[in-house]
């Protein structure tokens, strides 16, 4: 398992170019089942999630091939005959449940183990189930798998979400495209990501409106023909990214990114005393004048503050002016990097799911482990203007939704090597 090793202090100087967003790509590549031609994907990040979905759905019998150093992905599943997605990939990561819409659409049927629970939350998936059985299947589950039927096809109908679930939007999104009739998805989850999936779908000739907006409506067609559709730019990576320079002081280019994939983040910000502007090739961060505000923070669904970049966010609010109270309310056990945080000197009171966190001067490098994806990175962030050296543990999390953090931040001169431990 590698460990990052990053010497904090140094102000960060350069570009970092964002990549494809991975949970926009986790959606499109399943959408390849949908159709007998192929589909391929440009602008694919390069990140072991996309590696675990070519696994899975190279299982369910589609050819996958990685080309252009992994930035694009063509897929056909011509010969996808296998409706069954197996435990042993399926629990590797939580998306791979994005090909239950797909496959119950192509085949009528499908057996697509349970992902389990994650570090951090239940995941369950009622919303899914709810929406794919109003559209005739009939689902159960045995022996940890969900057995779905719709042998008579799919057919559309009014599916009102209690809850705008991402992944259940992208289900339901993707069956509905081939079910007979109309769709009307209300409270339908308004992720850029789910407007990109919209925008492939109706590539491959799906009838699909109103993609980010709460209510969707997609009128089934017979079959989809096959596209070739670029992923849209990872707002996630972008809104992380942005935090780096803030945190270890200097200014930095994000190329590939704009303000409208994160509007509320970058109001957030702004109320900090940050500054965030619009250049040719992407955005321009820095700290306006020294020491960040401190600020409130309520995650959301989209629009509201990205529970992706919590995390983050809490890295940058340990070194703020003040004090910061930080609501999770998507996910029940979302603060994972506190404890590692407050190994690192921060002052951090967690209380179910709010946290409140008092700034200090700086935060001390220590050694540290990685728990998910998002408190990984929030560690190196803070590891950056830490005094001393840092060492994260566990860094495969952070592999997952990150493509080379190291040569990327190290690219604008961090102090920042990784090293097999
Ligand atoms: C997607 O997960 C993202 N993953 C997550 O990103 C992201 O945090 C999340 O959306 C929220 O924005 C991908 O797109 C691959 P949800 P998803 O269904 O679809 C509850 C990352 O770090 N829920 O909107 O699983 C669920 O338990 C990952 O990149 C139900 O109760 O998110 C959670 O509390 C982490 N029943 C909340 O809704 C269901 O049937 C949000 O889940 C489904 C979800």
């Known amino acids: 398992m590698d460990s990052i090793i990053i010497q904090g202090g140094g102000e960060l100087q350069g570009q970092i170019p964002i990549a494809g967003a ?22 694919v990040p ?24 992994g ?22 990561m939580r998306a791979s449940n994005l090909v239950l819409g797909p496959l119950l659409a192509r085949h009528g049927r499908a057996v697509v183990s349970l992902p389990g629970g994650c570090a951090i939350g239940a995941r369950p998936m009622d919303l899914h189930i709810h929406g794919l059985e109003a559209l005739g299947a009939k689902i159960e589950l045995k022996d940890g798998y969900l057995h779905a039927d719709a042998p008579k096809g799919l057919k559309g109908a009014r599916i009102a979400l209690r809850f705008a679930s991402v992944g259940a939007t992208e289900n339901i999104m993707m069956a509905a495209s081939l079910a007979k009739g ?10 850029p990501e789910i407007v990109d999936l919209a925008n ?3 590539a491959m000739g799906a009838e699909i409106e109103g993609a980010g907006s709460g209510t969707i409506t ?14 849209i730019a990872d707002r996630i990576e972008l809104g992380t990214y942005m935090l780096a320079p803030v945190i270890a002081g200097g200014e930095v280019e994000l190329l590939g990114g704009r303000i409208g994939l994160l509007e509320s983040f970058c109001e957030k910000l702004d109320e900090a005393g940050i500054s965030v502007s619009e250049t040719k090739n992407g955005l321009r961060v820095s700290c306006k004048n020294g020491r960040v505000r401190a600020v409130n923070v309520k995650t959301g669904v989209f ?3 990205p529970t992706d970049l919590q995390a983050q966010m809490m890295a940058l609010l340990c070194t703020a002016d003040g004090e910061s109270v930080l609501e999770e309310t998507i996910f029940e056990n979302r603060f994972m990097h506190a404890p590692e945080l407050i190994r690192m000197g921060a002052q951090i009171d967690v209380q179910g799911g709010t946290a409140t966190v008092t700034g200090v001067e700086r935060l001390k490098g220590a050694p540290v482990m990685a728990t998910d994806l998002r408190a990984s990175v929030s560690l190196i962030l803070a590891a950056l203007a830490a005094e001393g050296e840092t060492v994260v543990s566990r860094v495969y999390h952070l592999d997952r939704g990150y493509e080379r953090v190291e040569e990327k931040l190290g690219a604008c001169g961090a102090r920042i090597e990784r090293v097999k431990t």
């Open 200 to 202: 492939c779908l109706r």
């Open 71 to 92: 930035q694009v992905v063509a897929m056909s599943s011509h010969g996808a005959d296998n409706p069954v997605a197996d435990y042993e990939i399926v629990r590797k």
């Open 218 to 231: 997609i009128e089934g067609v017979d079959r989809l023909h096959g596209a070739t559709h670029p992923v």
């Open 46 to 69: 390069r990140l072991s999630d996309i590696a675990t979905m070519s696994q899975l759905l190279q299982s369910l019998g589609a050819e996958v091939s990685s080309l252009a150093d």
């Open 22 to 43: 991975k949970n926009a790509c986790l959606t499109l590549m399943p959408a390849t089942l949908l159709s007998e031609e192929p589909l391929t994907l440009t602008n």
């Open 182 to 191: 109309t769709t009307e998805l209300v409270n339908a989850a308004r992720e």
């Open 303 to 305: 629009p509201g503050f």
